[in-house]
T-cell receptor
Framework: QQQVKQSPQSLIVQKGGISIINCAYE??????FPWYQQFPGKGPALLIA?????SEKKEGRFTISFNKSAKQFSLHIMDSQPGDSVTYFC???????????FGTGTRLQVFP | GAVVSQHPSRVICKSGTSVKIECRSL??????MFWYRQFPKQSLMLMAT?????????EQGVEKDKFLINHASLTLSTLTVTSAHPEDSSFYIC??????????FGAGTRLSVL
């Protein structure tokens, strides 16, 4: 019930295309779903996050789609750029300042 | 805002020595800090949750006597790897929690034990 399953493990997208990364969870008590971007040798950086009271959140080229009934959420990167070529982690947590449960990560490669 | 400073960024030590890693929230107070470990090309594994002024809560399988955590103030938590061995070599990352489950991460510490 504590797992967050992330797919795909790796993703190759052409420049300008849409990158889509999916996550699924089991615990219906989760109420916070962030996406993190991690550059090599650095800690994760918060990219965008959503709570279950909305189905979509957009910030610039990044959009989270959230499907509460399916217990799934996804990250869409529009107009993907070579600079987006890093690792992305989804996560979930419940309550206030509770621990984050991370997905397994997706290594994105955007080629020119 | 929301900057978390982690120091050192890299440390190389001999087997049997202890290493201390500091994690500071620079522009906010964090009642809860978290310590993670990450192996190459893998996800972050939570080691422990640290609340200011109280004992840390360790995840299953993490040796509390091996990984000592101190959270003496609302802006500082430390992780000490005691009697480090080569198998402790890893990337250690801290995060500071604010209200609403949001966590901000430090840049990580690469520990290499020879």
């Amino acid at each position: 019930q504590q797992q967050v399953k992330q797919s795909p493990q790796s993703l190759i997208v052409q420049k300008g295309g849409i990158s889509i990364i999916n996550c699924a969870y089991e615990n219906t008590a989760f109420d916070y779903f962030p996406w993190y971007q991690q550059f090599p040798g650095k800690g994760p950086a918060l990219l965008i996050a959503i709570r279950p009271d909305v189905s979509e959140k957009k910030e610039g080229r990044f959009t989270i789609s959230f499907n509460k009934s399916a217990k799934q959420f996804s990250l869409h990167i529009m107009d993907s750029q070579p600079g987006d070529s890093v690792t992305y982690f989804c996560a979930a947590s419940k309550g206030n300042t509770d621990k984050l449960i991370f997905g397994t990560g997706t290594r994105l490669q955007v080629f020119p | 805002g929301a900057v978390v400073s982690q120091h050192p960024s890299r440390v190389i030590c001999k087997s049997g020595t202890s290493v201390k890693i500091e994690c500071r929230s620079l522009d906010f107070q964090a009642t809860t800090m978290f310590w993670y470990r990450q192996f190459p090309k893998q996800s972050l594994m939570l080691m422990a949750t640290s609340n200011e002024g109280s004992k840390a809560t360790y995840e299953q399988g993490v040796e509390k006597d091996k990984f000592l955590i101190n959270h003496a103030s609302l802006t500082l938590s430390t992780l000490t790897v005691t009697s480090a061995h080569p198998e402790d070599s890893s990337f250690y990352i801290c995060s500071a929690g604010v209200s609403g489950n949001i966590q901000y991460f430090g840049a990580g510490t690469r520990l290499s034990v020879l």
